[in-house]
């Protein structure tokens, strides 16, 4: 059996490489991906503590993250797309209007 | 109340909402319609409360007004003896003139803007009139002061016309700033502001505050009712439409004064008050006299007469003769506003040339209109039995009474020379108007149209018989109505069951005859062939008004304008807009330093929020 550290520390590493990728990529899709990385290190954590501690309360927040995952997915490839065809880019950098 | 007594000033208010939002789209036959039938319908019901007017006083409470601790006020109207004369003088006398304006507006541009501000006034003089709280009577006040000042400065593309309109309103400022303090004396002593409970209790009011009130809401009605010293705006106010001059500045608005003292007669039975009263009334009224006999412009004359008569007014207040002084509010509503119609339909046969140098002998051409001025004048110097020969003579008997038990004898003394130039005046005229030769005869002056002469031959009818309402032998009508109002002071006459006069009083009355023919013969005497006698030094006194002019135009003005100045360049420019502008300054500067934070790179606000979860981590791990 593998010890419940083993997955916190897993979920902390994958954590911090989906951070790491929302700051420093450019490309709005490897961004995405990062996120969605780094909602699955939660989703890792919320199961791992909920079989150590043998609750069904994790799982069920599992199922949450996934379900506004799927949704968050919808609405930002859309987001993604349209940006693609306004201006041929899915650099992050370029989607500057808010600028002050 | 009778439920139709309280649509009263509800009806002018209707018309005055319709014609000041659709009225420029209507028919002009659409517009005077609405206009006069407001007031007709006001005044009906006002002859109907009068009809079915129970006797004892009545009020209805529209709803409650202010409500904030132990203060609280209810908008409400009070309808007795005393209101239902005002409401039924100014309904009637309102009536009338808006019918003469047809005729002499129908070449106006602005039509319906004429009828909605005159229906706005009938709307704020009927609720002065009949306001149960001072507080809804300062409203109606405050009202009439507003359109006094849209219909002088009417043609406001006139420059004249439009300073009279400011004059007007900022002389009449100061008075009412003295009223609202009197008004808060009052609500402090007796906490309450209800007319009829302030004078059942003003006897209980110790004495300087009784003092403080009264002269202070006195001061109000100097200003309101163009008293000295705060008269100068009613002359000036002539540059407005002559009916305005008629309704307002003659028989309904500058008598709001004199109403508001009636009204709270209890409260300024101080001897000290009545005093000044008294001779603040006595005094105007012979200056105003003095003034009128110098003045060239016809209009003004009339409006110096106005004045005048309204020191009557006061005077017979101050010699406790409240009925009397009503008495003749009432027949001056009737002859003055005569007066000023038949000034309107020269002026409108003339072209608006209203000086008298450049009139004259128009009494041909114009022969209704010079019967209606020469019954108008003849009321007004008190030819028996005319109207204001009837209310006059008993002010001046009161006033010989009041002297003989004790009282003052200035009033009496100042109210018979009064008496004298009022008849030299309004002779010369008369004379410089409709008799001598044309001044201009290439003028071929012709008389107005029914719809104004209709209404001037019913005022002058009232002008002729208004006498009867006070006069002994008709029994006195309108002064055993007011009776139970003013008790005593009432003064039913004899012959109308009231107690019998004092033998001074009986030679008042042949005495302000005899002063009054005397004065018309003076007067056609003195001005024959159309010229004025040099009056010398008397002259120079009155066309400078005795000094007034250069005492509001050499200290007041100036100073008042270097207020303004002061306030406006350091003050406004210095304090205020400064204070304003820095907090904008403030806020623009701080916004240019935020905004940095702002600088469109998604991956800066993520590193923004991941610091922020992080500090907020280490704030929950350390602690």
Redesign the interface.
């Known amino acids: 059996m593998v010890p419940l550290t083993y997955y916190l520390v897993l979920s902390a590493v994958l954590f911090s490489v989906g951070m790491t990728g929302v700051l420093v990529r450019r490309n709005a899709l490897i961004v995405f991906m990062s996120i969605e990385l780094m909602l699955n290190s939660v989703n890792l954590t919320f199961v791992a503590l909920s079989r150590h501690l043998g609750s069904i309360d994790g799982q069920l927040a599992v199922f949450f993250t996934i379900v506004v995952a799927g949704v968050e997915v919808v609405v930002g490839l859309a987001i993604i797309v349209e940006i693609f065809r306004s201006r041929a880019s899915v650099n992050v950098d370029d989607v500057d209007l808010l600028r002050g | 109340m009778a439920s139709f007594a309280w649509t009263i000033p509800l009806w002018p208010l209707l018309g005055w909402l319709l014609l000041g939002t659709l009225g420029g789209r209507l028919p002009r036959r659409v517009v005077s319609f609405v206009g006069c039938g407001s007031v007709a319908l006001s005044f009906a019901a006002s002859l109907l409360a009068m009809l079915t007017f129970p006797g004892e006083p009545q009020t209805v409470q529209i709803f409650s007004w202010i409500a904030a601790g132990d203060f609280s006020v209810a908008a409400g109207l009070l309808l007795d003896r005393l209101s239902l004369v005002m409401v039924l003088v100014v309904g009637g006398v309102g009536l009338l003139i808006h019918i003469y304006s047809i005729g002499y507006m129908a070449g106006e541009r602005a039509y319906s803007r004429y009828f909605a501000y005159l229906n706005l006034f009938m709307a704020s003089m009927l609720l002065l009139v009949m306001g149960s709280n001072l507080l809804v009577l300062f409203v109606g006040w405050e009202g009439v002061g507003l359109c006094s000042y849209l219909l002088i400065g009417f043609w406001f593309d006139r420059e004249r016309a439009a300073n009279a309109g400011r004059k007007a309103f900022i002389v009449n400022r100061i008075g009412d700033a003295a009223f609202l303090v009197g008004i808060l004396v009052l609500w402090n002593a007796l906490g309450t502001l209800d007319l009829r409970t302030i004078a059942e209790r003003a006897s209980t009011l110790s004495p300087p505050v009784m003092l403080t009130a009264s002269l202070l809401l006195f001061v109000g009605a100097t200003g309101k009712s163009a008293q000295l010293p705060l008269y100068t705006w009613l002359p000036d106010a002539m540059e407005g439409p002559t009916p305005v001059s008629a309704l307002i500045h003659a028989a309904t608005m500058v008598t709001a004064g004199v109403y508001l003292i009636a009204r709270l007669f209890p409260l300024f039975t101080h001897p000290i008050t009545l005093l000044v009263i008294s001779t603040v009334g006595a005094v105007t009224a012979l200056f105003a006299a003095t003034i009128a006999l110098v003045e060239w412009d016809l209009k003004r004359v009339l409006a110096y007469s106005t004045i005048s008569q309204l020191g009557y007014m006061f005077l017979a207040m101050g010699v406790l003769a409240p009925a009397a002084g009503l008495f003749h509010l009432t027949t001056h509503a009737f002859f003055k506003a005569l007066l000023f119609l038949a000034a309107g339909s020269v002026m409108h046969a003339m072209h608006d040339v209203i000086d008298m140098r450049r009139l004259g002998g128009l009494a041909g051409p114009l022969r209704y209109t010079a019967v209606a001025f020469a019954i108008g004048a003849l009321a007004l110097v008190g030819i028996p039995p005319l109207a204001g020969a009837v209310s006059k003579d008993m002010i001046l008997e009161r006033a010989a009474e009041h002297a003989a038990a004790g009282g003052s004898v200035l009033p009496l003394l100042l109210g018979l020379l009064t008496a004298l130039v009022t008849s030299v005046y309004i002779t010369r005229a008369a004379l410089h108007t409709f008799l001598g030769r044309p001044a201009d005869p290439q003028a071929h002056p012709h008389e107005g149209p029914p719809v104004m002469a209709r209404p001037m031959g019913i005022l002058a009818l009232l002008a002729v018989f208004g006498g009867l309402l006070g006069a002994g032998l008709a029994g006195a009508p309108l002064l055993r109505f007011l009776a139970p109002q003013f008790g005593e002071a009432a003064h039913v006459p004899a012959a109308a069951g009231g107690a019998a006069p004092t033998s001074v009083a009986t030679i008042t009355s042949p005495l302000a005859i005899i002063v009054a023919v005397a004065g018309v013969v003076v007067g056609l005497v003195a001005y024959r062939g159309r010229r004025d006698p040099d009056l010398g030094m008397w002259g120079r006194l009155a066309r400078s008004h005795f000094g007034f002019i250069h005492l509001y135009d050499g200290v007041f003005v100036p100073i008042a304008k270097r207020l303004a100045w002061t306030l406006a360049g350091p003050v406004d420019l210095g304090v205020i807009d400064r204070a304003v502008n820095g907090v904008g300054a403030l806020l623009a500067g701080g916004a240019r330093g935020?905004?940095?934070?702002?600088?469109?790179?998604?991956?800066h606000y993520?590193?923004i929020i991941?610091l922020g979860t992080v500090l907020i981590l280490a704030y929950w791990v350390i602690r």
């Open positions: 935020l905004r940095r934070l702002q600088t469109g790179y998604v991956r993520a590193a991941l």
